[in-house]
């Protein structure tokens, strides 16, 4: 077990039936990071969010919740979630919605005041606190969530498909509040279908199919060189051949484009260029996109 995990699961499988969820599921999230759950729907994602907040057990395998066992029930007090699908009673007004979670939470009274105006002001509802939840848009009942998952200042905040209802400023301040949740030392589990979302804001993603990790780690490492493109002229045949040592080398109108090649292959891509007599007007790394990577996991076109 990680010592300084907010979220460990090992070998979690879990079964519905003949339909397996999850097949020997391996997760490890730290704390203080913003780590990304991404998968295609039915992919498992939704069901090891339910695994870790106590909403379905898992059928074999073991984990820890912010050092507990899975399944204990201070652990879970010090979790925020916003679920994907959710809906508040349209009479309430946004501050009584607070309130009745603050009280389910069984956070005292005295708090209260400060943890509403903390949590209203995050998620830019303080104008419109007293209105009744049926006449907010669905970006504002978004935001309401988002607030109720921070009430207590959780350690570990869930969120599921946050961005959802959300217009591209409403995207851009939600980025905003996971950002500083991080520096506040509060760990963040994004589980989204959003990928730009995911590329802009999580230290760590794992891309997960079938109830299995297809791969984890940090953005950085899964998005490595998709190769090197040289802008040269006068290359002789000779000097294409040394740059082919690194990879099948393609032509892409005035650029050459070494497919293998990788950051650390540079200095000698444009040293066998000036030694063959060639000039190097450019050099660029090329960089795969998230979706990329995803599709490539997945085994997609």
Request: glycine residues 12%; charged residues 25%; hydrophobic residues 45%.
């Amino acid at each position: 077990m990680v010592d300084d995990a907010a979220v460990e699961l090992r070998a979690v499988t879990k079964q519905y039936g003949r339909t397996t969820a999850l097949d020997g599921l391996d997760l490890t999230v730290r704390r203080s990071e913003v780590f990304g759950l991404l998968g295609a729907n039915g992919a498992g994602k939704t069901t090891a969010v339910k695994i870790l907040l106590g909403l379905t057990r898992l059928s074999s395998g073991s984990g820890t919740l912010l050092g507990a066992p899975l399944g204990d029930a201070t652990a879970r007090t010090a979790v925020g979630y916003l679920p994907e699908l959710f809906r508040y009673q349209g009479w309430l007004t946004g501050r009584e919605v607070l309130q009745l979670h603050l009280r389910l939470a069984g956070l005292g009274r005295e708090t209260w005041a400060e943890e509403m105006s903390r949590a209203l002001a995050t998620a830019d509802l303080e104008r419109r606190a007293d209105s009744r939840v049926g006449s907010y848009s669905k970006g504002m009942q978004q935001r309401l969530g988002l607030a109720v998952a921070l009430l207590g200042r959780p350690a570990l905040v869930v969120l599921d498909e946050p961005s959802t209802a959300l217009d591209p400023l409403g995207r851009h301040e939600l980025r905003g509040i996971i950002r500083g949740l991080r520096e506040q030392g509060t760990s963040v589990l994004l589980n989204s279908h959003q990928l730009t979302e995911v590329e802009q804001v999580c230290d760590r993603v794992a891309i997960i199919d079938r109830g299995r990790v297809l791969a984890i780690g940090a953005l950085a490492e899964l998005l490595r060189s998709g190769g090197v493109r040289l802008r040269v002229t006068a290359l002789s045949e000779a000097g294409r051949e040394a740059l082919a040592r690194h990879g099948p080398v393609d032509a892409d109108g005035a650029w050459l484009v070494v497919r293998d090649a990788v950051e650390e292959d540079v200095p000698q891509l444009v040293a066998a260029v000036v030694a063959d007599g060639a000039r190097v007007y450019g050099v660029e790394l090329l960089h795969p996109s998230l979706e990329d990577r995803f599709r490539q996991l997945l085994g997609e076109p």
